[in-house]
């Protein structure tokens, strides 16, 4: 279990399950994660980290609270995943208490289309050159070479591979069932994935409906809400087959997870999982990820070969070697 902060949006208070504040100051942990509690992706890739982690809504509030608490602690290391709010002004809070280090999630790909998104890196090249960041990581390959070369220095941080155990799943009755778990932006991807499953004739399991009036309601889509880590997980591992077939994926959390899980997955061609694989990219990539019925074939053949050689054991061992290969770059970052 790994040590947890969170801090509310309605103020810098602590909780520390099992602990008081000064039982995390006398634990002194060199280094530290912090992400925010609803982005699911970024938070399950922070916690694989494997440091302890602070969960933040708003960073602003709890900076001069976290900072006090980090600096009794003699924490060394602060790494801010996925820019949560406030994550500018606590930067500028920990200065001379600890090195603050950014760890990007997002592409290029968004810069320019959504307001905010490029906005970001702007904000961590300041906090750069004042002195407040000590280093900018990307997880998604090529965007660290590139930024680098536009005048912002950064470094690639390969992610670990966010391992689960697997857990039983819920009888969801005789069809098939197929996950789409994605939030419903045009990056993701959802709307496409879900004219797939109807081509596949199977039952859609979505957390957030895409505001398409032409899409069908239950029993063909079943919208499950916003669930909590335990649920989605849960529900993650209730269906034969999870989609993930998006534009833009940091490094596909959900792949990984649904592999770890037992269930075989689809993902399109945007990041190294599965590279040098040439079973695996053959069975889990889609090229064409704009095109329903070529997610709905590459759909059909997974689940074909996953009947009858283990897709899953493959893949697990394929995660296990990436995070031995890439892990002295992840440690690199991590140490001051």
Known sequence: MQRLLRMPASGPVI????????????????????????????????????????????LAASAEELASTFGDAGTALVVISGFPPGAAELAQAL???????????????????EPGEADVISAVADGMHR????ALGFTKEGQAEAMSALGVPAVYVPAPTSRLDPVPGT???????????AEATWRKNVTTQLGATALLGAVAHITGRPQVSY???PPQIVAHGLLDREAFVTLMASVDLNLGVSLYEAYPV??????????????????????GDPILEQLTIVDRFDNP???????????????????????????????????DQRETFLVV
């Open 171 to 181: 009888d969801l009755g005789p069809d098939l069932h197929v996950g789409v778990f």
């Open 215 to 217: 899409l069908p309601g």
């Open 254 to 275: 959900l792949p990984q997870e649904s592999y770890w899980l037992g269930i075989p997955c689809l993902m399109s061609r945007t990041s190294t999982l599965f590279e």
């Open 131 to 134: 002195g407040a960041i000590d």
């Open 15 to 58: 909780d520390y399950p099992g602990h008081s504040r000064a039982g995390f100051v006398r634990s002194r942990p060199s280094a530290v994660a912090i992400c925010h509690p609803d982005w699911r992706g970024i938070r399950s890739v922070t916690y694989a980290f494997g440091v302890p982690v602070v969960e933040a809504r708003d």
């Open 95 to 113: 200065t001379g208490t600890c090195r603050v280090r950014i760890l990007m999630h997002s592409s290029m790909t968004q810069h320019g289309f």
């Open 293 to 327: 019925a070529a997610i709905a074939r590459a759909a059909h053949a997974l689940l074909d070969a996953a009947a009858e050689e283990d897709v899953v054991e493959r893949a697990r061992a394929w995660m296990e070697g990436w995070d031995r290969r890439t892990a």
